[in-house]
């Protein structure tokens, strides 16, 4: 497991470093995926059940939010590398401080109503992460100079477009998510989880004043990124806030 873990993490940043060599850059990041997915499947899933861990949880979220930008074809380095930098720090942290697994049994509907929200997650964040990256690409198109080295190799408003599909898809997947918690868990407000379901409200309903301000009246720019990252911000407070107190507070 650590030769596994480290091979990953040496993948991943060889693909950082050659984002602007494709054949080396798609290479490395797909031993670097399979390797991640390996890792996360084998920890993730036990006979006994599975194991919804925080540091699990990041595994997975590290590894969709590299696969979407990998699928996606997000040439933004400074967005390729905070992804990178987190899952090289999600895999280092199971490789230093490893935690002991507590597998519990699960039904199907919250196995679904679970992968509904990692995935909803995921997506927005790499849609997060490409948001940082647009708004270091205008400011950057703001000061350019002829010696300076391109920040993406996309232009803006193909960068622009992507955010909007990525934030399109997750939203529908958060919603996905909503959906089949309210149908599928028991007692959903009145867990300890409540807050966790505000906040995600709160986020869905950002996200989709974006979409509908997009497809409107056309948003764009600083107006889309600020929305976006104060939407994804609320998102990751209920949802990894949640789990740090429960986990490591409590």
Do not use: C, D
């Not at 054949?23 to 995926?33: A, C, D, E, R, Y």
């Not at 927005?124 to 920040?151: C, D, E, F, M, Y």
């Amino acid at each position: 497991m650590k030769l596994l873990i480290v091979t990953a993490v040496i993948a991943y940043i060889a693909a950082a470093l050659s984002a602007r060599k494709e054949k080396t850059h798609i290479i490395s990041t797909f031993v670097g995926l399979i390797l991640h997915a390996g890792i996360t499947a084998y920890l993730l899933i036990g006979q006994a059940g599975w194991f919804f861990s925080l540091q699990n949880i990041l595994l997975m979220l590290s590894l969709l939010v590299i696969l979407t930008l990998f699928v996606s074809r997000i040439r933004i380095r400074l967005t390729y590398w905070i992804a990178t930098a987190f899952a090289v720090f999600s895999l280092l942290w199971v490789l230093v401080l490893p935690y002991s697994p507590e597998y519990t049994p699960l039904m199907w509907e919250s196995i679904t109503h679970i992968l509904f929200s990692l995935t909803a997650y995921s997506v927005l964040s790499a849609a997060s992460l490409l948001a940082i990256g647009l708004w270091v690409q205008t400011k950057r198109l703001r000061h350019i100079s002829l010696n300076q080295k391109p920040i993406s190799q996309n232009s803006l408003l193909v960068n622009q477009e992507k955010l909007y599909r990525m934030t399109a898809i997750g939203w529908l997947l958060l919603s996905m998510s909503l959906l089949t918690g309210i149908l599928f868990v028991e007692n959903y407000l009145g867990q300890q989880i409540g807050h966790k379901v505000v906040f995600s409200l709160f986020a869905w309903a950002l996200f989709g004043i974006l979409l509908m301000g997009r497809f409107i009246r056309g948003w764009r720019g600083k107006t889309i990124i600020r929305l976006h990252l104060i939407a994804m911000i609320l998102l990751a407070t209920g949802f990894l806030g949640s789990k740090i107190v429960l986990e490591y507070i409590l």
